[in-house]
């Protein structure tokens, strides 16, 4: 390859690299130094209370307790606290980009429009922090970063700095999380089902990286060496798929199936599954001795899990066998 050759190759990489440089930067918002606050009267402590209206879907409402913030709909149910602040800190911190239309025949194109099509129509945000709530409308997402968005009582719209995520949903408002027990901390867990079968899984040492099946029957091994890992990582995110307090829900007879799970450090968890219209309903045994950050489920709620949440740890020994 002639010098020639490789000055014309240089040149033609030197233009791609340009090229994707200025391709990557086209819709992100350039925010002067000094650029305007779009919503200079929001103090995250005073916000009192969040309402978000998405199209017809019902009215999600969060109220700020003194133990954080809850939706009153759902029984004063813990919200997602990491959702709430960070949806707060980017409305605090959004900066006037440009201006946008001010034709309110023009606002269905930015997704912020009062009515019309799904599409057209802006989700209304209220933020309840005075005598005076604040109304705003959360239209489409910028090209590549920031939001198109308008107060409620102005024409003007505007791209902001901020991407503004709302949850499509109550349930995602929610606090999910059931328990979040690392795995490496699990010691044992015994599984009893209805039926009488009982699954007993542990280890001796934390440096184990494997559950093992007491009393394997003589002449059986595992599928594999980590086939009974999933039991214990099962209780390492679990989120449900619904909740309702449990003065609500009536469950009878035997449950469909009991654990009783024990840490390294000694402290355990019980719990038992219902079924009920072909549906998985774990409820929680109080006095685990566990954390609120490792149980973040409450022992006065029954919490619905996932069929194949539920499938994952009500397997039972012929399952784990390796097929000879």
């Known amino acids: ?14 233009a791609l690299v340009a ?16 650029a305007e606050r779009w919503l200079p009267g929001v103090q995250v402590a005073q916000v009192k209370a969040i309402e978000v209206q998405r199209g017809d879907q019902p009215l999600v409402r969060l109220e700020r307790r003194e133990q954080g913030w809850v939706v009153p709909a759902k029984a004063d149910y813990p919200a997602d606290q990491g959702v709430v602040n960070k949806l707060l800190k980017a409305l605090a911190e959004a900066r006037k980009v440009e ?8 606002y269905g194109r ?5 009515k019309g099509e799904a599409e057209q129509r802006g989700v209304r945000l209220t933020l309840e922090q005075g005598e005076a709530p604040l109304q705003l409308l959360i239209g489409k997402p910028g090209q590549q970063e920031g939001q198109l968005v308008r107060r409620a009582d102005e024409a003007q719209s505007w791209l902001v700095s901020q991407r503004i995520e709302l949850p499509a949903s109550e349930l995602e408002w929610l606090d999910r999380r059931v328990t979040a027990i690392p795995f490496a901390e ?28 007491r009393d394997l029957p003589k002449g059986k091994r595992l599928a594999f060496d980590g086939a009974a890992n999933g039991f214990g990582q099962f209780f390492a995110d679990l989120r449900f798929a619904d909740a309702a307090p449990l003065a609500q829900l009536g469950f009878d007879g035997k449950p469909a199936l009991e654990f009783s799970l024990t840490t390294f450090a000694g402290k355990t968890l019980k ?15 109080q006095g685990s001795g566990l954390s609120a950050s490792e149980v973040p489920g409450r022992s006065d709620w029954a919490y619905r899990v996932e069929p194949y949440q539920y499938q994952n740890l009500a397997r039972k020994l012929t399952d784990l066998l390796a097929k000879d």
């Open 1 to 14: 390859m002639n010098r020639k050759t490789l000055f014309v190759l240089a040149v033609l990489a030197l």
């Open 19 to 34: 090229g994707w440089y200025f391709t990557s930067q086209v819709g992100l918002p350039r925010v002067p130094a000094q």
């Open 99 to 106: 201006p946008r239309t001010a034709n309110p025949e023009l």
């Open 110 to 114: 930015l997704g912020l429009a009062d």
């Open 186 to 213: 699990v010691r044992e867990l015994d599984l009893r089902h209805a039926g009488g079968e009982r699954l007993t899984l542990a280890r001796d040492k934390a440096e184990e990286a494997n559950l093992q099946v």
């Open 271 to 285: 719990g038992r599954f219902y079924g009920k219209a072909d549906q998985h309903w774990l409820l929680l045994e």
